[in-house]
């Protein structure tokens, strides 16, 4: 239990330093110090990702991980790197999804075999 309040309190404290910088930015873009708009429309899919880092912070490791992944996605495709656009790489996203349903059934065919060897030699 106390290892479940240590991640607890980790991605709460991740999510409340995020949300003190996302208000910040929007503070300064509203009251005219700083122009964040292209920031934020350029950088937007980084919210996504930061979600899943939250979730790997809570110890929700394939959550975290599909969202860093789609976050990822999306960003490249807002900064049309490598050529993408969101109606030419939406198979890139099935093929990253796929492979990660694919990795997740092999680790859960793993683990249990892990379990009964540690088991077996106690």
Avoid: C
Avoid at 20 to 29: E, K, P, Q, R, S
Avoid at 45 to 56: E, T
Avoid at 75 to 92: D, K
Wanted: proline share 2%.
């Amino acid at each position: 239990m106390n290892d479940e309040r240590k991640h607890t309190r980790a991605g709460s404290l991740f999510g409340g330093v995020a949300l003190i910088a996302v208000g910040t930015l929007f503070l300064l873009d509203e009251i005219g110090i700083a122009d964040f708009g292209h920031v934020i429309r350029s950088y937007w899919p980084l919210f996504v990702v930061g979600v899943g880092v939250m979730r790997l912070i809570d110890g929700e490791i394939w959550d975290g991980l599909w969202l860093l992944a789609v976050g990822g996605w999306m960003q490249l495709v807002t900064l049309g790197m490598f050529g993408l656009t969101w109606g030419s790489s939406w198979p890139l996203l099935l093929i990253i999804l796929g492979a990660g349903m694919v990795a997740r059934a092999l680790f859960a065919a793993v683990r249990p075999r892990r379990e009964e060897q540690g088991h077996e030699s106690r």
